[in-house]
């Protein structure tokens, strides 16, 4: 079953004449780890912020989860992709004033008034990811490596099918990066639907499929074995 299907995307920025996408069309399987490889500015990135609704292409069909959210008004569209995807980012996006806990729990906290159900749901992903010994510590103590796991963690709150992953190890030594590519993988084997964009070979070639942007267009195929 398809759980994402992209149909003839097309983007351009109001600041920029060349289409970043052009007539992009994708299905991604439920459950399939999707590495998304090209040079900066190729429109991976662009990819994953149209999948996350933070930018709107300028033609095409999005469905995801068999639902159209090109046909949703904005507010129901936001609802539903909150609870379908999750982004990870490069630069972690922390709040540093927040303990590792707190930054967990954030997602969610304008949606509950269960706030001890979701302590507990945040604390049971802290310890997923090998920190719950880091509980109560603020982001400036912690490494990249511990940073990213619980952004990580942070992205699961919801328990969403879909993992976008933007660069996830691109501020990681290859230690911590292993370490990363390690826990997603356990995350995959959950059943999760993985988009991760990368430079790194290493980190493309865990994917089940890879696609290769470049000038806006899409060419697919597998790792390498």
């Known amino acids: 079953m398809e759980m994402i299907q992209l149909n003839q995307i097309n983007l351009t920025y109001p600041?920029?004449?060349?289409?970043?996408?052009?007539?992009?069309?994708?299905?991604?399987?439920?459950?399939?780890?999707?590495?998304?490889v090209g040079?900066?500015?190729?429109?991976?990135?662009?990819?994953?912020?149209?999948?996350?609704g933070t930018v709107e292409p300028t033609q095409g069909d999005i469905v995801i989860n068999q639902t159209n959210i090109n046909e949703m008004p904005l507010k129901k569209r936001h609802d539903f992709l909150r609870?379908?995807?999750?982004?990870?980012?490069?630069?972690?996006?922390?709040?540093?004033?927040?303990?590792?806990?707190?930054?967990?729990?954030?997602?969610?906290?304008?949606y509950t008034k269960q706030k001890k159900q979701l302590e507990q749901r945040a604390l049971a992903l802290i310890t997923e990811v090998g920190l719950d010994h880091r509980v109560?510590?603020?982001?400036?103590?912690?490494?990249?490596?511990?940073?990213?796991?619980?952004?990580?963690?942070?992205?699961?709150?919801?328990?969403?099918?879909?993992?976008?992953?933007?660069?996830?190890?691109?501020?990681?030594?290859?230690?911590?990066?292993?370490?990363?590519?390690?826990l997603l993988s356990k995350i995959h084997s959950t059943g999760k639907t993985i988009l991760l964009a990368t430079h790194d070979e290493v980190v493309a070639q865990k994917g089940d499929t890879i696609h290769t942007f470049h000038d806006g267009v899409v060419h697919t195929g597998a790792p390498s074995t």
């Open 15 to 36: 600041s920029s004449e060349q289409p970043i996408l052009n007539d992009l069309s994708i299905q991604i399987s439920k459950g399939e780890w999707v590495s998304l």
């Open 39 to 52: 040079p900066s500015g190729s429109g991976k990135t662009s990819l994953l912020k149209i999948l996350s």
């Open 83 to 110: 609870k379908q995807v999750a982004t990870v980012y490069q630069q972690f996006r922390l709040l540093p004033q927040f303990s590792v806990l707190e930054n967990v729990m954030l997602p969610l906290v304008p």
């Open 136 to 182: 109560h510590h603020f982001p400036e103590q912690l490494s990249g490596g511990e940073q990213q796991r619980v952004a990580i963690a942070r992205a699961l709150l919801s328990d969403p099918p879909i993992l976008l992953c933007d660069e996830p190890t691109g501020n990681l030594d290859s230690k911590n990066r292993d370490v990363i590519l390690e």
